[in-house]
């Protein structure tokens, strides 16, 4: 597939799944064996594990995927992401905070076949556990968060 093939699969990856919630779409567009290296271990591997992490972040952090901007050249799509939404549900062992939050993530990806094989992604997961109210910003004194 062309870069500009691969670019579309990812685009419905995220506008459709991620945000849309069709997860009927996976088995179209990712392989079986997909490999998520940015997930815990008991869920990287496989269709089921990413289906989870999809599934988990929706609900605990209602989020939403804005893509920024994305480039793409053979196998590989890279996209600048903004990760919004509400902490709605447990995360780190806390509960939910109702707080907002919105957080940069770069996500790369590797494509076989017309299907995502290979996920990695860098976030800003401290910020937003800051946003939320799991950890204190700097600054803020410690007896201020819930942990």
């Not at 997909?34 to 289906?51: D, K, L, Q």
């Not at 952090?61 to 447990?90: K, L, P, Q």
């Amino acid at each position: 597939m062309s870069a500009e093939e691969n670019k579309t699969v990812i685009r419905r990856l995220i506008e459709e799944v991620y945000n849309g919630d069709d997860m009927d779409l996976l088995d179209e567009i990712v392989a079986p064996d997909v490999v998520n290296y940015t997930a815990v271990p008991e869920h990287r591997r496989g269709i089921a594990g990413f289906r989870h992490v999809i599934g988990w972040s929706r609900s605990a952090m209602d989020a939403n995927f804005e893509i920024e901007s994305m480039i793409a050249e053979g196998d590989t799509v890279a996209c600048r992401i903004t990760m919004s939404g509400v902490h709605r549900g447990e995360v780190a062992g806390m509960p939910p905070t109702g707080k907002r939050f919105s957080v940069e993530h770069v996500h790369w990806h590797r494509m076989a076949g017309g299907k995502l094989v290979e996920r990695w992604a860098v976030r800003d997961d401290v910020g937003m556990m800051r946003q939320v109210g799991i950890i204190p910003a700097p600054g803020q004194p410690e007896e201020a968060s819930p942990v």
